[in-house]
């Protein structure tokens, strides 16, 4: 048997190398090197791009998140405007002393509004103007924000007033803010005067006309929705947790009374988120008017209120009057008190 041969012509084999050329040696040797760079490279490329990809989805997300969240406010609210009929409760207010604070106040109440509209007033860069204990906002800077989630620095110049004292304390403080599960933590960041200020606040969907329902018992938002066909609404259940410590806690009988008005300006905070949402209330489906700077509206029977807006806004600064006058005399006759001891 003959082995197959190539014939391979002289001229073919003297125009051929015997040895490869050292620069197609080399592209032998670097080759390889070469296509892992090339890999290495796409695959960077490619997490970046699935990176912006990944970041603009999320911003997609968010930005259509806040949609649906407006949109369904504005739903919840033409309920509202729809039947307006509420009637608002006085805080429930719980005063505990763990060892070494001046006290921890838990506060609950059920506000006529639905969460995220509440949660809009807690969260307002500009609520000074609804709560009167806050002077002014020294600054405000968002460290965190993720849609839903902000983790805000924040330092408020507080009024205060302790017996024949009066002035303002600086507050700065941490606040991480969830609209997700209308969440809002916060506590102090630097020690002065006080030496721990810290809380929460949560608010809680109400289903207001659940009997509409009848006789199925709605188990979430979008069956409550469904089964009063849009008409249903939500109003809140908010609750505020904080702990107050001095850096100097004072003994009886002064911190009995400092407890007190401590005790009281939570209340009248709490009465300014009231006040406010029944501003709302009645305004929805119109435009808002701002409340007055340090007004305070509190609530009123409304059939002694008159139509005319003029007449309303006169009444709510008559009351507005009445409960200051009321919290000024308290504080006289704690000092008065103290005096006598």
């Given at each position: 048997?003959t082995?197959?041969?190539?014939?391979?012509s002289?001229?073919?084999?003297?125009?051929r190398?015997?040895?490869?050329?050292s620069?197609?040696?080399?592209?032998?040797?670097?080759?390889?090197?070469?296509?892992q760079k090339?890999l290495?490279?796409?695959?960077?490329?490619?997490?970046?791009?699935?990176?912006?990809?990944?970041?603009?989805?999320?911003?997609?997300?968010?930005?259509?998140?806040?949609?649906?969240?407006?949109?369904?406010?504005?739903?919840?609210?033409?309920?509202?405007?729809?039947n307006?009929?509420?009637?608002?409760?006085?805080?429930?207010?719980k005063?505990?002393?763990?060892?070494?604070?001046?006290?921890?106040?838990?506060?609950?109440?059920?506000i006529?509004l639905?969460?995220?509209?509440?949660?809009?007033?807690?969260?307002?860069?500009?609520?000074?103007r609804?709560?009167?204990?806050?002077?002014?906002?020294i600054?405000?800077?968002?460290?965190?924000?993720?849609?839903?989630?902000?983790v805000?620095?924040?330092?408020?110049?507080?009024?205060?007033?302790?017996?024949?004292?009066?002035?303002?304390?600086?507050?700065?403080?941490?606040?991480?803010?969830?609209?997700?599960d209308?969440?809002?933590k916060?506590?102090?960041?630097?020690?002065?005067?006080?030496k721990?200020?810290?809380?929460?606040?949560?608010?809680?969907?109400?289903?207001?006309?659940e009997?509409?329902?009848?006789?199925i018992k709605?188990?979430?938002?979008?069956?409550?929705?469904?089964?009063?066909?849009?008409k249903?609404?939500?109003?809140?259940?908010?609750s505020?947790?904080?702990?107050?410590?001095?850096?100097?806690?004072?003994?009886?009988?002064?911190?009995?009374?400092?407890r007190?008005?401590?005790?009281?300006?939570?209340?009248?905070?709490?009465?300014d988120?009231?006040?406010?949402?029944?501003?709302?209330?009645r305004?929805s489906?119109?435009?808002?008017?701002?409340?007055?700077?340090?007004?305070?509206?509190?609530?009123?029977?409304?059939?002694?209120?008159?139509?005319d807006?003029k007449?309303r806004?006169?009444?709510?600064?008559?009351?507005?009057?009445h409960?200051?006058?009321?919290?000024?005399?308290?504080?006289d006759?704690?000092?008065?008190?103290?005096?006598r001891s």
């Open positions: 048997m082995k197959p041969s190539i014939d391979v002289k001229a073919d084999s003297m125009e190398p015997t040895k490869p050329s620069a197609f040696q080399s592209f032998l040797v670097n080759f390889p090197k070469q296509v090339h290495k490279l796409d695959s960077k490329t490619v997490k970046k791009d699935d990176g912006r990809k990944s970041s603009a989805i999320s911003d997609s997300n968010d930005k259509d998140s806040a949609i649906a969240l407006r949109f369904n406010l504005e739903k919840q609210l033409q309920a509202w405007m729809d307006p009929f509420w009637v608002d409760s006085s805080p429930e207010i005063v505990s002393v763990p060892k070494g604070s001046l006290c921890n106040l838990n506060v609950k109440v059920n006529g639905p969460p995220d509209a509440v949660f809009d007033i807690v969260i307002d860069p500009d609520n000074r609804v709560f009167k204990n806050i002077k002014e906002v600054s405000r800077k968002v460290l965190v924000d993720e849609g839903l989630r902000q805000v620095e924040l330092e408020q110049a507080a009024l205060w007033r302790f017996l024949w004292w009066s002035g303002t304390i600086s507050v700065h403080v941490l606040v991480d803010q969830n609209r997700e209308h969440s809002m916060f506590k102090q960041i630097k020690t002065g005067f006080m721990r200020f810290e809380g929460h606040w949560k608010v809680e969907p109400i289903l207001v006309d009997q509409l329902c009848h006789p709605p188990k979430t938002l979008e069956e409550y929705d469904t089964c009063t066909k849009g249903g609404r939500i109003a809140s259940k908010v505020l947790d904080q702990l107050i410590q001095p850096a100097i806690v004072p003994p009886p009988p002064i911190s009995w009374y400092l007190g008005i401590t005790t009281k300006t939570t209340e009248m905070i709490i009465n988120l009231v006040a406010e949402a029944a501003r709302i209330r305004f489906g119109t435009e808002v008017p701002e409340a007055p700077m340090g007004s305070s509206v509190e609530s009123f029977d409304e059939g002694k209120a008159s139509n807006i007449e806004w006169a009444l709510r600064r008559r009351n507005a009057k409960s200051h006058r009321r919290f000024s005399a308290e504080v006759q704690l000092a008065t008190a103290v005096q």
